[in-house]
C-alpha cells in the first residue's frame, strides 16, 4: 500500500515540475520576444547611450536627417566605416537601399557639431500588423 502512495507522489510531484518548466520557459520567450527590436539592438552595443531612432526625414549624400518621435531633428553622418543592415535578419545593404520615410537604428558617437556619427545604421522593418488591430 505505501509503494502506491509514494508511486502516485512521485507521479504528481514530477507532473507539477515538468508544468512549471514548461510554463516559465513560455513566460521567459513570451517577455523575451516582446521586447522591441532597437530596444535589443542598442543594449549589446550602445553602452554610452549615443543612439537614436527615427523616420528618414533626408538623405544627402552621407548624411541622414532622422525626425525621432519626440524632440529635434538628429543628424547622422554615414562613414566608410559604417554597417548598414536590414533588422532582423541583419543582412548588409546599402546606403542606396535606405529611403526617406524608412524607420531605423543608429548606433554612434557625436562629434563637435553635435551630430551623430554612425557606426552601425539598421533598417526597421514596418508592422504587417497593427497591435489592437482585428483581422
Known amino acids: 500500500m505505501k509503494n502506491i ?13 515538468i ?4 510554463f516559465g520557459a513560455g513566460f521567459f520567450v513570451g517577455r523575451w520576444s516582446a521586447q522591441p527590436e532597437g530596444r535589443a539592438i542598442f543594449s549589446r552595443l550602445s553602452p554610452s547611450g549615443h543612439s537614436a531612432i527615427g523616420m528618414i ?4 549624400g552621407q548624411t541622414i536627417t532622422l525626425a525621432p518621435r519626440e524632440g529635434a531633428t538628429q543628424i547622422v553622418l554615414i562613414t ?7 533588422a532582423p535578419k541583419r543582412k548588409k ?12 537604428a543608429v ?13 552601425i545604421v539598421s533598417h526597421l522593418v514596418q ?7 482585428s483581422n
Open 93 to 104: 545593404i546599402a546606403l542606396a537601399d535606405l529611403q526617406v520615410g524608412d524607420r531605423v
Open 107 to 119: 548606433i554612434g558617437a557625436p562629434n563637435a557639431q553635435g551630430q551623430l556619427v554612425a557606426r
Open 127 to 133: 508592422p504587417t500588423r497593427v497591435p489592437g488591430e
Open 57 to 60: 526625414q533626408a538623405i544627402d
Open 80 to 86: 566608410t566605416d559604417t554597417l548598414i543592415e536590414r
Open 19 to 22: 508544468l512549471f518548466l514548461v
Open 5 to 17: 502512495w509514494a508511486r502516485r507522489g512521485l507521479l504528481i510531484l514530477g507532473t507539477g515540475l
